[in-house]
């Protein structure tokens, strides 16, 4: 659901504002929003449409609302001596009062549930007021997010205690003349009112879903006859956007993360296997040329591999396993030793369910291109080591096949195993860290620590089933 909105702003030093949001319809409807800025002073955002003063420089303003079916009707409105009878009888001074009164009537079509209220942060207070959109992006099992051009926000509801009125071109104390001269009566008519508001707060990106989708038909080359009779839907950038709830610069960048590549306009993820005949075509060419892995050339690259894969397929193994640079008006790729070796172990591990830790290295380090070095620290959130065991085991854990959850994340990492170091379980869940947040606030919040053999290990602070 996309919404445009159109912001003005009359506070003073600060940016707190109002939105009134109009939905018309579920599931992509649009919203339009209107804010409005009334922080004074830096005190905090106020969300109120219409308030009572009584302590602004020793004057106020009285605002009255009436709801009787008499003046709905068009009745006779309140005249001057009416409201300073009403004064007298609340026993209020018109001299601490300003005295210009709004007399606030419901208008033919006000009502609670059609109208909503948005706080929004300075920032997304910005956006609006620079023409660009926010978008409410779920789907009906989802919870709601909104996002920016490069930020996500969790959507909550937040009650109220006093109800807040929609008033059009209600004029704030400020706005009024406090010339005892000019009593005037302002008649407005309340267009709606709410006893809530949505509030925003910033959350992590829900990018789980987006290799998911893509694994479901990953792309095996250009001969592969799967990918040719293949019913399994392909994703443009505008499908993504329509179904990953994250931001359109956070999407974009997870792609880069997960080294997808656009193939005949749609987002693709390259099957393990065909990732590592493109990485094996390269390595072994680097091998044959004697080239440093430092300077690798693009163009030399192509000429000698275009006849066994498409170029563009050549060019991104690359970018995925390389730094790009250009020297001398050529362009040339420096080879990532911790990338290959990482992807190198996890094809010698997928399809063991463990291996003899000191077998692995030595096969490991056999398999990587000459001239690389493997370390164990390169496996950090793609294997894990059972020190436990006799021999000393290594298999495969992915940080990609845990659950995205917080809760969920850590039950399934005690499942696997009950107690875990911190230097063990950091790399599986760093990434759920929110900004600002530390490894060990987490583990404070979702572990139990304790002693074991001098060192100190957390476990589940619930029973694990």
Not at 35 to 46: F, I, K, P, V
Not at 389 to 414: A, C, G, M, Y
Not at 417 to 427: C, G, L, M, S
Request: a negative charge.
């Amino acid at each position: 659901m996309e919404m445009e909105g159109v912001a003005r702003s009359s506070g003073r030093n600060g940016a707190g504002m109002e939105a009134v949001e109009r939905s018309s319809g579920r599931n992509g409807a649009g919203m339009e929003a209107v804010a409005r800025s009334s922080e004074r002073n830096g005190a905090g955002t106020e969300m109120e449409a219409v308030a009572r003063s009584s302590e602004q420089n020793g004057a106020g303003m009285e605002m009255e609302a009436e709801t009787r079916s008499s003046e709905r009707a068009g009745a006779a409105l309140r005249s001057r001596a009416e409201v300073d009878a009403t004064l007298q009888t609340a026993k209020l001074s018109p001299a601490e009062l300003l005295p210009a009164v709004h007399c606030l009537s419901f208008g033919p079509q006000a009502g609670g549930g059609e109208c909503c209220l948005l706080q929004l942060e300075p920032g997304l207070c910005a956006e609006l007021e620079a023409g660009r959109s926010l978008v409410i992006r779920g789907e009906k099992d989802e919870h709601a997010v909104l996002c920016s051009k490069d930020k996500t926000y969790d959507m909550k509801i937040a009650d109220t205690s006093n109800m807040l009125l929609f008033v059009p071109g209600c004029k704030m104390p400020e706005e009024l003349n406090a010339d005892p001269a000019s009593c005037n009566i302002i008649h407005s008519q309340i267009a709606g009112f709410s006893k809530n508001y949505w509030e925003l707060r910033r959350c992590r990106p829900k990018l789980k879903k987006l290799r998911k989708l893509l694994m479901e038909d990953p792309y095996e080359g250009p001969d592969s006859q799967k990918d040719q009779t293949s019913t399994s839907s392909k994703y443009t950038t505008e499908d993504l956007l329509n179904v990953i709830q994250a931001s359109e610069e956070e999407i974009l960048h997870q792609l880069e993360v997960i080294d997808a590549c656009k193939i005949e306009g749609y987002w693709r993820i390259l099957d393990f296997d065909y990732e590592m005949k493109l990485l094996s075509h390269v390595t072994q060419l680097i091998d044959s040329e004697s080239w440093p892995l430092s300077k690798v050339p693009l163009c030399a690259c192509l000429e000698e591999l275009g006849s066994l894969e498409p170029r563009e397929m050549i060019e991104h193994i690359l970018l995925s396993y390389g730094r790009k640079y250009v020297d001398g008006g050529e362009v040339f790729f420096e080879m990532r030793e911790d990338k290959i070796c990482r992807a190198i172990a996890q094809m010698l591990l997928q399809n063991a369910i463990k291996f003899n830790l000191s077998e692995f290295e030595e096969v490991w380090q056999q398999s990587v291109p000459e001239g690389m070095t493997t370390r164990l620290d390169q496996l950090q959130g793609l294997a894990l080591v059972d020190k436990s065991s006799r021999p000393e085991t290594i298999f495969l854990l992915k940080v990609e096949d845990l659950p995205e959850d917080n809760q969920e994340r850590f039950n399934s990492l005690f499942g696997i195993r009950e107690k875990w170091t911190e230097v063990d379980i950091t790399p599986y869940i760093q990434d759920l860290c929110a900004k600002k947040q530390t490894v060990g606030a987490l583990l404070t919040k979702y572990a139990r620590s304790s002693m074991l053999n001098g060192v100190k290990v957390f476990n589940s602070r619930r029973p694990i089933s």
